[in-house]
């Protein structure tokens, strides 16, 4: 009995540091791979052993108490290394398995990594994928999160990170809009054309468009008429006439091989080499995270060879 009642003072304290974390019972239960209730009744349970209250409930939002506050930094120490030991195991396999937990912006995850998983599957058959898309970033070690991958400069010394393939940005418009309103050769004339812009779901801010000049990258934000807060939301805006819009070239090219979108002013686009692989160091031996990161070096070169036309 007393055996039974450890294990679920453990299960308990797990479910209420991810749950502290992330601030919802839902995003726990997602994260721990089991159901909400489960998650709420494991925290109850909790708070009638301990005889204090750990969180604030509202309909809305979760927030820890003082006493929840104090007690959750231990209760993390004890979820991470609580997953130590399950990577230890892991580790210690010789063929990839288990479930692996990944992040990624939409565009990346729809474009690159989507397309990707079920020849990775075929390779490793036991591995599970638990792909969760979101522009907004988390933080990958409070969520239990295995890879990230990001675009942009982000630092975090908590986490590993390889580089991967540089891809390309260029302005892009439907041929039918281009035929209505004429083909801009230089960026300076895009004053007075219709523009779509993409505005950051994490920051809110414009998309800042970048033109390569002679031996210096410009950028300008120019008045757009439409904005929207999805890349994919931004080519099928532009395919259907909305005007001028600038995209990665990987988001763009279905539309673009299919003939609906085609690019504008190409030999001023720009190369980034801004998309990271992100994992904890705590992952580094498990053999599932290692053979899906060097999969995704190879996938991440070859879509994007395709995409821009020539090697990365």
């Given at each position: 009995?007393?055996?039974?009642?450890?294990?679920?003072?453990?299960?308990?304290l797990?479910?209420?540091?991810?749950?502290?974390?992330?601030?919802?019972?839902?995003?726990?239960?997602?994260?721990?791979?089991?159901?909400?209730?489960?998650?709420?009744?494991?925290?109850?349970?909790?708070?009638?052993?301990?005889?204090?209250?750990?969180?604030?409930?509202?309909?809305?939002?979760?927030?820890?108490?003082?006493?929840?506050?104090?007690?959750?930094?231990?209760?993390?120490?004890?979820?991470?290394?609580?997953?130590?030991?399950e990577?230890?195991?892991m580790?210690?396999?010789?063929?990839?398995?288990?479930?692996?937990?990944?992040?990624?912006?939409?565009?990346?995850?729809?474009?690159?990594?989507?397309?990707?998983?079920?020849?990775?599957?075929?390779?490793?058959?036991?591995?599970?994928?638990?792909?969760?898309?979101?522009?907004?970033?988390?933080?990958?070690?409070?969520?239990?999160i295995?890879?990230?991958?990001?675009?942009?400069?982000?630092?975090?010394?908590?986490?590993?990170?390889?580089?991967?393939?540089?891809?390309?940005?260029?302005?892009?418009?439907?041929?039918?809009?281009?035929?209505?309103?004429?083909?801009?050769?230089?960026?300076?004339e895009?004053?007075?054309?219709?523009?779509?812009?993409?505005?950051?779901?994490?920051?809110?801010?414009?998309?800042?468009?970048?033109?390569?000049?002679?031996?210096?990258?410009?950028?300008?934000?120019?008045?757009?008429?439409?904005?929207?807060?999805?890349?994919?939301?931004?080519?099928?805006?532009?395919?259907?006439?909305?005007?001028?819009?600038?995209?990665?070239?990987?988001?763009?090219?279905p539309?673009?091989?299919?003939?609906?979108?085609?690019?504008?002013?190409?030999?001023?686009?720009?190369?980034?080499?801004?998309?990271?692989?992100?994992?904890?160091?705590?992952?580094?031996?498990?053999?599932?995270v290692?053979?899906?990161?060097?999969?995704?070096?190879?996938?991440?070169?070859?879509?994007?060879?395709?995409?821009?036309?020539?090697?990365?």
């Open positions: 009995m007393k055996e039974q009642i450890a294990l679920d003072r453990l299960t308990g797990i479910a209420f540091a991810r749950a502290g974390s992330m601030g919802s019972y839902t995003a726990a239960a997602r994260s721990l791979s089991i159901s909400p209730s489960a998650v709420s009744k494991s925290v109850q349970r909790l708070e009638q052993r301990l005889g204090v209250s750990l969180f604030t409930r509202t309909t809305r939002s979760l927030t820890l108490t003082p006493e929840g506050r104090e007690l959750h930094q231990l209760a993390l120490k004890l979820l991470h290394d609580a997953e130590a030991i990577q230890a195991a580790a210690a396999q010789s063929e990839p398995s288990g479930t692996l937990r990944i992040s990624a912006s939409f565009p990346v995850g729809m474009h690159v990594i989507a397309p990707a998983l079920p020849a990775f599957r075929k390779l490793y058959p036991k591995v599970t994928i638990d792909l969760r898309l979101n522009d907004q970033i988390a933080d990958i070690i409070e969520q239990g295995d890879v990230a991958v990001r675009i942009g400069e982000l630092a975090d010394s908590r986490l590993m990170s390889r580089r991967l393939a540089p891809h390309r940005l260029c302005a892009f418009a439907s041929p039918a809009y281009l035929a209505a309103r004429g083909i801009p050769m230089h960026p300076d895009l004053e007075g054309h219709d523009t779509v812009n993409l505005r950051y779901q994490s920051t809110g801010q414009a998309f800042r468009w970048p033109f390569r000049i002679g031996e210096r990258t410009i950028e300008i934000v120019p008045p757009s008429g439409i904005v929207v807060d999805s890349s994919d939301a931004l080519v099928a805006t532009l395919a259907a006439g909305g005007g001028i819009g600038m995209a990665a070239t990987f988001a763009a090219a539309l673009a091989a299919r003939g609906e979108l085609v690019p504008v002013l190409p030999e001023f686009a720009v190369e980034r080499h801004n998309i990271t692989a992100l994992w904890p160091e705590s992952r580094q031996t498990n053999p599932a290692r053979a899906f990161i060097d999969r995704l070096q190879e996938v991440f070169r070859d879509r994007m060879t395709a995409a821009t036309g020539s090697p990365a």
